[in-house]
């Protein structure tokens, strides 16, 4: 695969006449490449917001979001459709940011050492978000690793408990603990930007 | 703590919800797909077969094959060759399958095909 070819795919996928997932997901099953890529275009951000939540750091950010596709198109064959894709996607994606926390604090012997908090991500990161986002992201670098997670995932993927729990692993009732317990940060560490969110609501 | 007081269970959970869509995803770097791409283009193949390289009715057929030549050569023992226990049906079976080049050709091709089969899968699902 060279790079003409890549360029190609990524040129291809963009025009791809796939208009369904599963279409996707069984031509990618065959090893087709520009499917991988339509997927791919599809999932990224989402995969990235998700790395980028438990990593906190856009460099490996980066990298465990390539890893994650790498394992997806590698894993592919394996997805039966028990669940739904992004499901799939995600618990993929969550537990490859896990792996790469792991290797960056060697010393952490257990996830509840992984759940400590850990600096919010570097100001260059957010550069280009908007104030919403910025706000957002730093009040979620104040929680768990662990916490912003399933925060994350419950209000932004707007995931039920129980694909949380296939997703992350962690039981129901611990993650309507979390759940309840990041709500109650977030809403002292997020005052103004709330003050929008009720003004709309109140309107509505 | 400080918080607006119209900010009750469901109150917070509305609003949370509202501010984490209007955010958004984080934007996923520029050139991430052509990268992923070029990794994958340097990995080792490691295509699976969707199916078993020979269906089960494969096997069923080749058993039913060495079925054939056995029954063959438990009809062809000679009766002064027979144990005087004739009705113990394993001993007859015993018998010919150690008597018969037929029987003994035909595990020997089976074990050799099963041998086969299983090195073949092994090797595709290795990448070689």
């Not at chain 1, 490859?96 to 919010?120: G, V």
Request: net charge neutral.
């Amino acid at each position: 695969m060279d790079t003409n070819f890549v360029t190609g795919a990524i040129l291809v996928a963009s025009h791809h006449p796939i208009v369904k997932e599963d279409q996707a997901i069984a031509l990618v099953k065959q090893g087709d490449i520009q499917a991988f890529t339509w997927l791919m275009s599809r999932y990224k951000h989402m995969v990235y917001t998700v790395v980028h939540r438990v990593l906190r750091n856009a460099l490996d950010a980066e990298e465990a979001t390539q890893d994650t596709f790498v394992k997806v198109f590698e894993k592919m064959v394996d997805y039966q459709g028990g669940s739904k894709f992004s499901t799939w996607l995600f618990s993929i994606a969550y537990r490859t940011a896990i792996s790469h926390l792991r290797k960056r604090r060697p010393e952490a012997t257990d996830l509840e050492d992984l759940s400590t908090r850990i600096p919010a991500s570097e100001e260059n990161d957010l550069a280009i978000a908007t104030d919403r986002t910025k706000a957002l992201t730093k009040a979620l670098g104040e929680l768990p690793v662990e916490d912003a997670t399933v925060v994350s995932l419950y209000y932004l993927e707007e995931l039920s408990v129980e694909e949380i729990v296939t997703i992350t692993g962690i039981g129901a009732s611990n993650v309507k603990v979390k759940l309840y317990r990041s709500r109650k940060r977030l809403l002292e560490l997020l005052k103004d930007q709330l003050k929008d969110e009720l003004w709309t609501l109140t309107l509505d | 703590m400080d918080v607006d007081p119209r900010l009750n269970e469901e109150g917070a959970d509305r609003a949370l919800r509202g501010l984490f869509q209007k955010a958004g995803h984080l934007s996923a770097p520029e050139g991430m797909e052509a990268r992923v791409l070029n990794r994958l283009a340097v990995l080792p193949k490691a295509v699976r077969p969707a199916s078993a390289l020979l269906p089960k009715w494969a096997w069923y057929a080749l058993l039913f094959a060495l079925f054939i030549p056995l029954c063959v050569s438990m009809g062809t023992i000679s009766d002064a060759t027979e144990p005087q226990l004739s009705s113990i049906l394993l001993d007859r079976m015993s018998a010919s399958t150690l008597h018969s080049k037929w029987v003994f050709m035909g595990t020997l091709c089976l074990t050799a095909l099963v041998t086969l089969h299983a090195a073949m899968l092994r090797g595709i699902r290795s990448g070689r």
